[in-house]
């Protein structure tokens, strides 16, 4: 199982805005360690989404952003649009298990 | 351009081994920690393993800790993952990516897909 804990899916309405949580614990966010997010589209390889907890890498849209606090991170994306309907996984550092994903949270467009 | 291209998957028997290579270019390989990720059919993604720079330190997954074997070549701009003793539960599609967890991975291949069945 995953240290990292996400829902497994979030919908919203064109225009709404969405947010992502993601839950872990004292050997990964709580110990200060960054959060990233990645977006993934059905058969092709994840996306840097966010990284550094609140950062996005050039070319991903201002609708997206990232917070963290405690052993808890959030993406939030508004402006909802149709292309945004994919995955989304978080990232961190953990002490016993280095490189862990969350368990990923499927975002519908209704 | 940054561009990872992996190769060496396919279909192997359980116990058998298959090799799996990541070729970088548009970068300075040597400067990069790199990883492998992996992602079963239809779950979500799994980090496998990463090395550092110059390979001094390499880390794994507990599930495939003495199994796997994370290598690069940095003259040659090339990342290895040496699967060995390998088992059903270890079909998926692998990825390499540039980076680590640390500061994310901002560049990933298109991966290549392991299936061990008999």
């Known amino acids: 199982q995953s240290v990292l804990t996400q829902p497994p899916s979030v919908s919203g309405a064109p225009g709404q805005r969405v947010t992502i949580s993601c839950t872990g614990s004292s050997s990964n966010i709580g110990a200060g360690y960054d959060v990233h997010w990645y977006q993934q589209f059905p058969g092709t390889a994840p996306k840097l989404l966010i990284y550094?907890?609140?950062n996005r890498p050039s070319g991903v849209p201002d609708r997206f952003s990232g917070s963290k606090s405690g052993t808890s991170a959030s993406l939030a994306i508004t402006g909802l649009q149709a292309e945004d309907e994919a995955d989304y996984y978080c990232q961190s550092y953990d002490s016993t298990l280095s490189g862990s994903f969350g368990g990923g949270t499927k975002l519908t467009v209704l | 351009e940054v561009q990872l291209v992996e190769s060496g998957g396919g279909l192997v028997q359980p116990g058998g081994s298959l090799r799996l290579s990541c070729e970088a270019s548009?970068?300075?390989?040597?400067?990069?920690?790199m990883t492998w990720v992996r992602q079963a059919p239809g779950k979500g993604l799994e980090w496998v393993a990463n090395i550092k720079q110059d390979g001094s330190e390499k880390y794994y997954v507990d599930s495939v800790k003495g199994r796997f074997s994370i290598s690069r070549d940095n003259a040659k701009n090339s990342l290895y993952l040496h699967m060995n003793s390998l088992r059903a539960e270890d079909t998926a599609v692998y990825y390499c990516?540039?980076?680590?967890?640390?500061?994310?991975?901002?560049?990933w291949g298109q991966g290549t897909l392991v299936t061990v069945s008999s």
């Open positions: 990516a540039r980076g680590w967890v640390v500061a994310g991975n901002d560049y």
């Open positions: 550094g907890n609140s």
């Open positions: 548009g970068f300075t390989f040597s400067s990069y920690w």
